[in-house]
């Protein structure tokens, strides 16, 4: 079964970047939109950002202009640009395509923000 793969994750100072990346390990017809969520520890999992396909942008509220998502259209990759990172931002990063089938996830990358 096709599976997403992030990575990018690590260690940053605040103030840092990162760049997460996440590609399908197969082919995926049908992609409506792909999207970054994460999920702190003893949080539930939370939305971040969505580019739909027609580009079309959504992030939540406490990471506009801080992060920026970005596709690959060709190649089915999406990528999350985090800028002016906060230990708020700690968590573990998951992408998500959906599809009219369903929904396709990877298995996380960790995001640590510390000093």
């Known amino acids: 079964q096709v599976q997403l793969v992030e990575s990018g994750g690590g260690l940053v100072q605040p103030g840092g970047s990162l760049t997460l990346s996440c590609a399908p390990s197969g082919r995926i017809s049908g992609i409506v939109n792909m999207a970054w969520y994460r999920q702190a520890p003893g949080n539930e999992r939370e939305f971040v950002a969505r580019?739909?396909?027609?580009?079309?942008?959504d992030y939540k509220e406490s990471v506009q202009g801080r992060f920026t998502i970005s596709r690959n259209r060709a190649m089915d990759q999406v990528y999350l640009r985090m800028n002016t990172l906060k230990p708020e931002d700690t968590a573990v990063y998951y992408c998500n395509f959906k599809t009219p089938w369903g929904d396709y996830w990877g298995q996380g990358t960790q995001v640590t923000v510390s000093s």
């Open positions: 580019i739909a396909g027609g580009g079309h942008t």
